[in-house]
């Protein structure tokens, strides 16, 4: 139990455009997802939490106009990359919390040319 | 300010023996803790965790000890395989809450 998807694995855009990420619960509802980006040889940053319902919360730093979140149902959540510049290529990854326990997806590479 | 530290950033041990991964924290609020493991390109797998009332929690091949006076917390792996090579990464939060403080991670390679 407990898995979370996330789609695209892998991505490859050109600068300028937009990339939307999805996150889903597969087998248990999130009220609250997390994503973050990790960067090579680095730990995971958290970018924002996102609360199913209502605006999602951003850490310093992170550009809420630039990396908007949606979390409109309990299983479903996505991360949009607007107007994506080659700075924003790295690793993605959701996770959603369940009794405690945060469980996360497999990632999504972005590539911005 | 690191709250959550791993100091050692890589571990090598030979298949059969004990890997053993330190993690230290700085707040004595945090109440729980979990070890996640992470292989390259993918997202990271739940291990085990322990609530701040334990000092040791046991699954299998995998055991956490927590100390919190010295506020440490340890990811001990008996007998070690190859397969458990990977990046480990602890990571702490508040009762209430499910926001994480992540260490840095400790690369372990596991030599067969």
């Known amino acids: 139990g407990a898995v979370v998807s996330q789609h695209p694995s892998r991505v490859i855009c050109k600068s300028g455009t937009s990339v939307k990420i999805e996150c889903r619960s597969l087998d248990f509802q999130a009220t609250t997802m997390f994503w973050y980006r990790q960067f090579p040889k680095q730990s995971l940053m958290l970018m924002a939490t996102s609360n199913e319902g209502s605006k999602a919360t951003y850490e310093q730093g992170v550009e809420k106009d630039k990396f908007l979140i949606n979390h409109a149902s309990l299983t479903l959540s996505t991360l949009t990359v607007t107007s994506a510049h080659p700075e924003d290529s790295s690793f993605y990854i959701c996770?959603?919390?369940?009794?405690?326990?945060?469980?996360f997806g497999p990632g999504t590479r972005l590539l911005v040319l | 300010d690191q709250q959550v530290k791993q100091n050692s950033p890589s571990l090598s041990v030979q298949e059969g023996r004990i890997s053993i991964l330190n993690c230290d924290y700085t707040n004595s609020m945090f109440d729980y803790f979990l070890w996640y493991k992470k292989y390259p390109a993918e997202g990271p797998t739940f291990l085990i965790s322990?609530?701040?009332?334990?000092d040791k929690n046991e699954d299998g091949r995998f055991t956490v000890f927590l100390n919190k006076s010295a506020k440490h917390l340890s990811l001990h792996i008996v007998p070690s395989q190859p397969g458990d090579s990977a990046v480990y990464f602890c990571a702490a939060h508040f009762s209430g809450t499910y926001k994480y403080i992540f260490g840095t991670g400790t690369r372990l390679k596991v030599l067969a």
């Open positions: 996770s959603a919390a369940h009794q405690e326990t945060q469980y």
């Open positions: 322990i609530s701040s009332i334990k």
